[in-house]
């Protein structure tokens, strides 16, 4: 069904755009979601593909979407499809992009470009509920994808933005704290810039990095002996647990101002639905940082150690 690599073209579909394999592969997709559907799985979200630049350099796993392309599969072949076989927005948010927010556009299409090229077609943003995104190129940098994240959600703020995937791509990471304080400041800095979510790609690998496609090992929350039978939580499982078992799934995002700004410290704050103030503050300074919360008639002081990751909750 691809074109692959002898046909000096990137790595796509074959035939005319919103074609034949077009259908094909949009069939395939909602045979996916009905035969998990018959299995009572319920799946509430789909991209439209993974890392869809990729393709252009003849990965075989990987498959190409420029933003036109991925704008005619989504209002010629998948959406229609979806709404006639009872996956309707409602019932199943179709997300586009889900892929890395480039720095650098000269061999990339962008977020924007994704967003603005498919979003724009009226006919084809009518399936679309979100857009995707991964960490990889943006997630060290101090200020993208910030501007990034917020241009799009100016000009489509109906459409959700989800960070889909990240890892660490050194290894297993077995005890590095650095892996850990990377999560925390990505997930603050996404979550204060729009984003609705922040989705880990490898929740559990084996001692050899397995399974995964390829030589190299990634990075993962939890390391598993599978001979031992022992599971040794990471760093970045700690991290990811500062939010996931603090904030509920329909916490809201609220403002606050930093009286002093600090180098290398990192705030969010967010309300439940219970009306609990949660705030989760990142230093990663070599010394510690004397905080101190004010919000209506709360007051609280507290020293944050060096290089550490804490909580606060109150009614």
Request: glycine share 6%; aromatic share 12%.
């Amino acid at each position: 069904m691809k074109t692959g690599p002898k046909e000096a073209k990137p790595n796509q579909l074959k035939g005319e755009t919103g074609g034949q394999y077009y259908d094909i592969w949009a069939n395939y997709y909602v045979k996916f979601l009905d035969i998990y559907k018959a299995q009572n799985i319920t799946i509430w979200g789909l991209t439209t593909q993974n890392e869809p630049t990729y393709g252009r350099d003849f990965i075989p796993n990987d498959l190409f979407f420029d933003p036109e392309m991925q704008r005619v599969f989504v209002r010629k072949n998948l959406g229609p499809l979806l709404q006639k076989s009872g996956y309707t927005p409602d019932k199943l948010k179709l997300m586009i992009f889900d892929d890395n927010v480039f720095h650098n556009t000269s061999d990339h299409h962008t977020l924007q470009q994704f967003a603005d090229t498919i979003l724009g077609d009226k006919e084809a943003e009518q399936y679309v509920s979100g857009i995707a995104y991964h960490w990889y190129e943006s997630s060290r940098t101090s200020e993208y994808p910030d501007t990034v994240l917020d241009e799009v959600h100016t000009k489509h703020p109906n459409h959700f933005l989800l960070m889909t995937e990240a890892c660490h791509l050194e290894g297993l990471g077995n005890g590095r704290w650095d892996f850990g304080e990377h999560y925390a400041h990505d997930i603050i800095r996404d979550l204060n810039h729009w984003t609705t979510g922040w989705v880990d790609w490898n929740m559990a690998l084996g001692l050899n990095g397995c399974p995964r496609c390829g030589p190299n090992q990634f990075g993962t929350p939890i390391v598993v002996d599978i001979e031992k039978g022992e599971a040794y939580k990471q760093p970045t499982f700690y991290t990811i647990g500062h939010f996931s078992k603090f904030l509920s799934p329909d916490s809201v995002r609220i403002g606050h101002q930093l009286e002093k700004a600090l180098n290398n410290v990192f705030v969010l704050t967010m309300k439940r639905t219970d009306n609990a103030i949660v705030v989760v503050v990142l230093n990663q300074n070599e010394s510690e940082v004397n905080l101190q919360i004010n919000e209506s008639n709360t007051h609280l002081t507290h020293t944050i150690p060096a290089r550490s990751i804490q909580t606060y909750i109150w009614q």
